[in-house]
């Protein structure tokens, strides 16, 4: 029986009993259902019909309600339970055989364990409900570094985001079953597809996980309808699961924005940047040259905003994809100044999650600094600012990556992007100035494993606390960080045109709390040096801790620096760098013995030349 209500969807969404010609793939589906026992099975397709159908059901049942029309056509507001808002990373598991598999940076289950105590959670909980079968591709359709995932869900919501950030429905399964059949004629497993199970359950805190089955491809989330814990094919998937599969297959998976820089020769470089969640990606994946810049030339492509895969290509250098189809944005602090390609992007067919909204339906935020008011908040009640913000300060917007004018038609290439340079960067008050180059490979391996940042409100739990997040990696890589840090490491390899690695740190503050450097569209002057530092023409002043750029080295013409700015933004901090040294050094030591020595010995090598 169909759960569904409306007569448009009726004749659109219809139970299906086998849905793949991947006998491996309709077991999975028949045993999820014997577990879970929903009252019907939905495989998507990913056509239109089938999503204006699920969008009618949405709306019929208030899962989704409408937006403005006239200004924000095709687009919805989603709220969802209050206690279930952003990634919970004390609820996520990485399920390895051996616990030193998964490391002291992720929580540990043992997979009989961990199955065991889900699937109780899983037991009928779908009576009542429609099961959703989603396949899915992570990366362009035909590209040879695109890995496929099927995701089960209960969540209609979910279904909508996926259509959205993957390219869901017939495509990828074609895929999925030519792959399999493949592997299989070959004598191998015909799952060679993620298995992705996700309930929202009964969207309690105290019955929710997100476990992790590395080993066998498997993912399973349970209690939660938020993004990162419930669109399986973007933390979980694109990073947790691959970047496990990406070590042994030789390629690696990371937290990270691709963004090409068009000079005005009409040459574009293509950058990597991994910051912690929250921290920008979005924003300077899409950023807008200073008019300067612009009169002279300079152009901005947007790869990918949150995800990136690398592989050595034939010629040496790395090549990059942008597995995801969409964005998952956040949406306070989204403004004209600090986006406003992504204003665009937003205009139409989006769906936003937990924003406030205005008297005439449209949707509201804080930092949105256009002018308007809100007038109910993300919970749905009238706004009272004492009540706190209207917008939940992780809400969300998603959308399709090509409404974005500054998409890049290179995020189609199978072949992927030549990569020039990886930038790591955080939220640092203070210390960290706002550019630094690595000297080689090892140190830049060891700048990423390093870098520490303020938390945000992209996860559950005390925000503006400094933490290491190596390569904007802690909530998301799915095996131990010292074997992840020797994966890395092993990239430098004869024959490889390994990319430059820089730091960056756009959030130095001064004496009075505010932020020592404009930021958003003026990053691309620090980008500019980059590429020039890439084609050996931009000049540095070595310190210990890699080369910064004098402030005459970058163009910072039609911005005011004040001499505290200038200071601190181009200056190296002795003694501050040495206590961080020393506190980088034991948090390699917690790893132990796994630990790489070649990135000791680079930690050593530098807090040598600091002590001096
Ligand atoms: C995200 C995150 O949603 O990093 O991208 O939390
Ligand atoms: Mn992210």
């Known amino acids: 029986m169909n759960a569904l209500s409306s007569d448009a969807s009726k004749s659109a969404i219809h139970p299906s009993a086998s849905g793949s010609s991947l006998v491996a793939l309709n077991r999975w589906v028949a045993e999820v259902a014997a577990l879970t026992r929903p009252d019907a099975i939905h495989w998507c397709d990913g056509s239109d019909e089938e999503s204006e159908a699920l969008i009618a059901q949405m709306q019929a049942d208030g899962t989704l309600l409408p937006l403005n029309p006239d200004t924000h056509p095709g687009s919805w507001l989603h709220r969802s339970h209050p206690d279930d808002v952003a990634r919970v990373e004390h609820l996520t598991f990485v399920c390895t055989s051996e616990q030193d598999d998964a490391g002291p940076n992720n929580h540990w289950m043992a997979p009989a364990e961990a199955h065991a105590k889900i699937d109780a959670l899983f037991d009928g909980c779908m009576r009542g409900r429609t099961m959703y079968v989603i396949p899915y591709c992570m990366g362009p359709i035909d590209s040879p570094l695109s890995r496929c995932g099927v995701e089960i869900t209960d969540s209609p919501y979910v279904v909508a985001n996926m259509r959205l950030m993957t390219r869901m429905g017939a495509d990828a399964l074609a895929r999925i079953e030519r792959e399999g059949s493949g592997q299989a004629a070959r004598g191998g497993p015909a799952d060679t597809f993620v298995k992705g199970l996700h309930s929202i359950g009964e969207l309690d805190p105290e019955r929710r996980f997100i476990m992790h089955f590395p080993e066998e491809l498997t993912i399973k989330s349970y209690g939660s309808g938020y993004g990162g814990n419930a669109l399986l094919g973007k933390k979980c998937h694109a990073l947790r699961i691959a970047s496990y599969q990406a070590r042994s297959e030789g390629w690696l998976a990371e937290h990270m924005l691709i963004v090409g820089i068009e000079n005005p020769q009409g040459e574009t470089h293509y950058v990597a940047a991994a910051f912690p969640s929250a921290c920008g990606k979005t924003n300077l994946a899409m950023l807008i040259p200073p008019e300067g810049y612009r009169r002279d030339g300079w152009k901005v492509w947007t790869v990918g905003d949150d995800i990136c895969w690398m592989r050595p290509g034939a010629d040496g250098r790395l090549y990059a ?292």
């Not at 339906?361 to 600094?369: A, F, S, T, V």
């Not at 070595?542 to 700015?565: F, H, N, V």
Request: with cysteine; hydrophobic share 40%; proline share 8%.
């Open 321 to 612: 994809i942008n597995p995801e189809a969409g964005y998952f944005g956040v949406a306070p602090g989204t403004s004209a100044k600090s986006n406003p390609n992504a204003l665009e992007t937003i205009r139409k067919d989006t769906i936003f999650t937990n924003v406030g909204l205005t008297a005439d339906n449209q949707p509201w935020w804080e930092g949105l600094d256009n002018g308007q008011q809100p007038v109910t908040d993300w919970r749905g009640n009238p706004y009272d600012p004492a009540k706190g913000p209207a917008a939940h300060p992780n809400a969300r917007f998603t959308v399709s990556a090509k409404q974005c004018p500054s998409w890049s038609p290179m995020a189609e290439d199978p072949q992927g992007v030549p990569i020039s340079a990886i930038v790591f960067g955080g939220r640092r008050a203070s210390l960290v100035p706002l550019v630094f180059e690595a000297r080689d490979w090892t140190h830049g391996v060891l700048v990423g494993a390093a870098m520490g940042s303020e938390t945000t409100a992209a996860a559950t739990g005390a925000v503006g606390v400094m933490r290491r997040d190596p390569m904007a990696m802690k909530p998301f890589c799915g095996y131990n960080f010292a074997d992840y840090f020797g994966h890395w490491l092993s990239f430098d390899t004869p024959g490889a045109k390994l990319p430059k690695i820089f730091h960056v740190n756009w959030f130095r503050k001064g004496d009075d709390g505010r932020f020592l450097w404009p930021g958003f569209g003026d990053n691309l002057r620090v980008l500019e040096w980059m590429i020039g530092r890439v084609r050996g023409e931009a000049g540095g002043v070595e310190t210990p801790i890699g080369t910064l750029p004098a402030a005459g080295d970058l163009k910072l013409d039609g911005i005011a620096l004040s001499e505290e700015a200038e200071a601190r933004l181009f200056g190296f901090e002795q003694a501050g760098w040495k206590a961080e040294f020393d506190s980088i050094g034991e948090y390699l030591d917690g790893y132990g013995s796994r630990m790489p020595q070649a990135l000791k010995a680079e930690q050593q090598r530098i807090a040598g030349l600091l002590a001096d």
